[in-house]
């Protein structure tokens, strides 16, 4: 009766105690040593120096050194700095055949591209930043840039302009070439790149005429801004885009007219008028 009271006790200790972690083979294994928890900071906890004694290995010696970093300064520049600085840098990246584009004024997804291509080439850290060491190297291998180098009209030829264009005040917009050119008279005033809307959204070809400008204008539809937008048909305009600075070609507009140099369309914005002609050829 002793022995089945003892078993018993035994059962019941048991079933309070809790489950156990074992290994997978169920072998039972010795407690650890208390872990650092998250409230610790991660710290390892402190361990008990031995006591040296003659039987103590010696320190190793002839350990590798740490690798010296590679030198970095204070950023200038980086993916969403805009201004004449970020222009010069894409001209003097284009000059070196780092930026296959004309500049933009705009450090999107592909000047911080050129610049970690420049950077490699050059033993720096490859971080796409513009820091003063980067921006130091840079000025040493190029020349100033010519004003046509910072400002070159479009990364294309500009196309013979439509018939339709050669009198009055036009917004002369050519799909082929890629290109709007802002003409009075049939005289071209300034011209730059432009972008379309997909096969899904495409942009309307004809005459038309602007119908409402808006300075800061956002989308209702989808939510995006369209600075400097100029309305000709239903909600279609010509507005400046930041994906376009950024990405170029890769993308594409709902149907509106993108302009990817903002100084240019800035320009632009202050000289066309309500009314003005619109024609967007194919």
């Known amino acids: 009766?002793?022995?089945?009271?003892?078993?018993?006790?035994?059962?019941?200790?048991?079933?309070?105690a809790g489950?156990?972690?074992r290994?997978?083979?169920?072998?039972?294994?010795?407690?650890?040593?208390?872990?650092?928890t998250a409230t610790d900071d991660a710290k390892p906890a402190a361990r008990q120096s031995p006591s040296p004694d003659a039987s103590s290995p010696s320190p190793r010696t002839g350990a590798t050194p740490t690798p010296t970093p590679k030198p970095q300064g204070t950023t200038l520049m980086a993916s969403g700095s805009r201004g004449e600085q970020v222009r010069e840098l894409q001209a003097r990246l284009r000059q070196i055949g780092h930026f296959d584009r004309s500049p933009t004024g705009y450090y999107?997804?592909?000047t911080a591209a050129?610049?970690?291509?420049?950077?490699?080439?050059r033993g720096l850290s490859r971080t796409g930043r513009t820091d003063t060491v980067t921006w130091?190297?840079?000025?040493?291998?190029?020349?100033e840039p010519t004003a046509a180098e910072l400002n070159p009209p479009t990364t294309v030829p500009v196309a013979e302009p439509d018939k339709r264009c050669m009198t009055g005040r036009v917004l002369c917009i050519s799909k082929n070439s890629r290109t709007l050119s802002w003409m009075i008279d049939g005289r071209v005033v300034s011209s730059m790149d432009v972008r379309f809307g997909s096969?899904?959204?495409?942009?309307?070809?004809?005459?038309?005429?602007?119908?409402w400008k808006s300075r800061h204008h956002v989308s209702t539809l989808y939510h995006t801004a369209m600075p400097y937008a100029m309305f000709f048909s239903g909600g279609q305009a010509v507005h400046?885009?930041?994906?376009f600075a950024a990405h170029g070609y890769s993308g594409a507009s709902h149907g509106c007219v993108n302009v990817r140099d903002e100084g240019r369309i800035a320009s632009l914005f202050a000289q066309v008028k309500t009314g003005d002609k619109v024609v967007v050829s194919g």
């Open 1 to 16: 009766m002793v022995g089945l009271a003892v078993l018993a006790m035994t059962a019941a200790t048991a079933a309070t």
């Open 19 to 21: 489950c156990e972690a």
């Open 23 to 36: 290994p997978a083979d169920g072998a039972s294994t010795a407690p650890s040593s208390p872990r650092a």
């Open 108 to 110: 999107g997804t592909l």
């Open 114 to 121: 050129a610049v970690r291509s420049f950077q490699g080439k």
């Open 136 to 143: 130091q190297k840079l000025l040493g291998m190029t020349h």
């Open 199 to 211: 096969q899904y959204t495409p942009t309307r070809e004809g005459t038309f005429s602007v119908y």
């Open 240 to 243: 400046y885009s930041a994906d």
